[in-house]
């Protein structure tokens, strides 16, 4: 399976986020799923957005994933939103 980024996606990540994107695209891929990336470091984020620093990137759902399977491949440093278009994943420990 392969892992597509929205065209005007740009940056890097750090590399505990790179883990990260990286069990996302296990855990994807598993289920016979492309990942499709859609923002890291550029866009319009909220002040002090972690997308800024390399430690957050959004993807766009599959189905045939649930929240809580992502949630459980990134671990309790993280948090995993769902905003509705995208899932909002950010390391952010405690």
Not at 22 to 36: A, D, M, P, Q
Request: with cysteine; aromatic share 8%; glycine share 10%.
């Amino acid at each position: 399976m392969t892992v597509w980024y929205k065209q005007g996606v740009m940056g890097d990540l750090q590399p505990v986020a790179q883990k990260g994107l990286g069990r996302i695209s296990r855990l994807v891929h598993t289920h016979g799923e492309h990942l499709y990336v859609t923002s890291i470091r550029e866009a319009n984020h909220s002040a002090g957005s972690l997308h800024y620093i390399g430690m957050a990137f959004d993807i766009i759902p599959s189905d045939a994933v649930g929240m809580n399977e992502y949630r459980n491949a990134l671990g309790p440093d993280w948090d995993v939103v769902d905003e509705g278009n995208h899932i909002h994943c950010e390391y952010d420990p405690k």
